[in-house]
């Protein structure tokens, strides 16, 4: 998901993204979720969306529990 933002004064598109539980280990989704962060960031192309930072980091709390609900019951 997309959505757009500020950061530092920029228009900027925020990108989430949320992995599936069904894949084989944590450190898998983690792996793809760095390389493609590291990849991005690294390129510089005018039909390419600059990276200008990164941060990968668990759910936890209210918004975890609603991915939850809607992966058992949506």
Known sequence: MC???TWQGTV????T???PAAMSGKEKRE??????TAISSTLSHPNIVQTYTY???PLT???AMQVRVLRCCG
């Open 3 to 5: 959505i757009a933002g």
């Open 12 to 15: 900027v598109a925020v990108k």
């Open 17 to 19: 993204m949320l992995f």
């Open 31 to 36: 792996k793809m979720a760095i390389m493609e």
């Open 55 to 57: 941060m990968v980091k």
């Open 61 to 63: 709390g209210e918004l």
